[in-house]
């Protein structure tokens, strides 16, 4: 389910959990849901990026995928986390839901856009075009620091008779 991170005062926070975190609490933001869907969607060997710009409410994440149709063109497909609905760049609703794009990232890689029209409509979604997106050199995305997502948990093995008689002196 859906949780949205706020503090006491009502104003949302930034937080993005490890997928570990997410899936053990079972239930997170926008941004979790976001990674998962994502991640799962290159399980499945699609061409997919986060998405982070703005919508008709305002900031918000969402899932791209790309499917090559000739050399230079995709077919684009915006995936909404929360409610699993897809739409086509090209549909004439996609105004109904998203506003602009401000850059898109996956597990190896980052693009900001660069390209003077930033509405999803008008944008080209080719993230190799240097004169579009401009790239996170992939020597540096991948010199980030890699954490273990799984936390090792260590069987205890507990003495209860001799925690008791501890306990009772």
């Given at each position: 389910?859906?949780?949205?991170n706020e503090n006491p005062g009502g104003q949302k926070i930034e937080i993005w959990h490890k997928t570990h975190t997410f899936l053990a609490v079972g239930k997170g933001d926008v941004e979790d849901h976001s990674?998962?869907?994502?991640?799962?969607?290159?399980?499945?060997?699609?061409?997919?990026?986060?998405?982070?710009?703005?919508?008709?409410?305002?900031?918000?994440?969402?899932v791209i995928t790309r499917s090559k149709l000739d050399n230079k063109k995709y077919r684009i497909t915006f995936w909404e986390s929360l409610t699993g609905q897809r739409i086509d760049v090209d549909d004439s609703k996609i105004f109904r839901f998203y506003k602009h794009i401000h850059c898109v990232f996956s597990y190896n890689s980052f693009y900001a856009n660069i390209q003077t029209q930033d509405n999803v409509f008008n944008t080209i979604y080719v993230?190799?075009?240097?004169?579009l997106w401009k790239a996170v050199p992939?020597?540096?995305?991948?010199?980030?620091?890699k954490y273990n997502d799984t936390p090792f948990?260590?069987?205890?093995?507990?003495?209860?008779?001799k925690i008791e008689v501890d306990v009772e002196k």
């Open positions: 389910p859906f949780q949205r990674v998962l869907l994502c991640n799962l969607l290159l399980g499945f060997g699609l061409d997919a990026y986060v998405a982070c710009g703005i919508s008709i409410n305002g900031p918000h994440i969402w993230f190799e075009d240097d004169c992939k020597d540096k995305v991948e010199s980030l620091v948990l260590d069987v205890v093995n507990r003495d209860n008779y």
